[in-house]
């Protein structure tokens, strides 16, 4: 792999794949041949492994009804336990302090009722203009929850290129009217990754907490949230994690709070042994368990069984470095085959803050995805000007990209794009 030099051509493409050593893998996912898939950071694959998980969580529930929680290949009852510990390498965090649990958006509500304590005139919340819609609703609700108005209370760090954040704006926010910052790790239109280590010191300098949107960076890049000392982190595991559409989320607390109660509580959060004592007085979990709510979705977090297997089996290392090779080898392609057609390249190019995907920026971007997907490549499409291409280490080979910038090439030149409506689909 460190023998890449670039050529154009579709033989370097083959070259690289004879190389790769992840390549194995890719038989592992059920791959559509008649498609090359580039939405692995929207909605990864289905592989074999999640499949039979899922219908071993089946066979339990056949088998051994109520006694699932208990009994069976998978009890149900320590699943999300088990889960976190099989995702905390990831996060680079201890098995306890993860959890999976919930989704993105309700773990972001649970974390900020956990941690977000307004005192004196220290009531705001940092967040930033380019976060994903989700959080910012769910901050706003819970400063409204506390009876503060958003409009004053949530700060909304200013892009100033409409792509990226710049780590000293985000810093300059930090002010003593500041009791907490959210912020995503990786930005999920252009892909830039946040400098969260910095960050992290530099909130903790001011007496402020900090908290991470870990979806695009889950299953892409290493992180560690412990060594960091990261206060929370949440995110979903149906991106890079291919634990399927609407797959349980997973969240992060630092050990230092183990024992706080929860803003949200349920009888799931309580320490496992007391749980079924029943009392009216919860008795939390002394781990990041504690922060569950109800009955997990067994159903729904049993695909990670099977393909957090993988993870473990490979490591992040491994899959971030075929996964920078495979979005270098295409930001050279597309410079070399697409020079002229009016794209620019709007992720982040050194690999220091580039995440797992590849944002091509177009005035008619959302038609050109549409003539990618009769092309056969699925892209997606986020408004109001970028094509987001996401080759993933696990499933995407470089002959994959190779072709993709060859129909990409094609639908330019012949202006393919032309016969569709320069309009965003229902779900984009
Ligand atoms: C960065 C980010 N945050 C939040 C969400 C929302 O997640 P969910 O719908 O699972 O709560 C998404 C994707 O849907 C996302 O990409
Ligand atoms: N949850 C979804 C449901 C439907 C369609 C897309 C999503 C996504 O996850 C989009 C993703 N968060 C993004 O980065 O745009």
Redesign the pocket.
Known sequence: MNTYSFSPGRSLAVQLDEQDELGVYRKEFYVNPSTIYMDG???GLLSKRAELAVLESLQDWREHAIDGWTAGQHPWYTLSERLGALVAPLVGAEPDQVIVTGS?TVNLHQLVATFYQPEGKRTKIVADELN?P?DIYALQSQLRIHGFSPEENLIRVASRDGRFLDEEDIIAAMTDEVAMVVLPTIL??SGQILDMERLTAEAHARDILIGFDG??SVGAIPHAFDKWDVDFAYW?N??HLNGG??AVGGLYVNRKYFGKLPGLAGWFGSDKMKQFDMEHQMTPAETAGAYQIGTPHVLSAAPLLGSLSIFAEVGIERIRRKSLLLTTYFMDLIAHELDGFGFTIGNPTDEKRRGGHVSLEHPEAARICKALKENKVIP?F?APNMI?LAPVALYSSFTDVWEVVQRLKAIMAEKQYEKFENQRNV??
């Open positions: 950071n929207s909605l993105t994903f989700s999920y239109r979806c695009h979903c149906y991106k559409p609407g997606d986020r987001r779900v984009a």
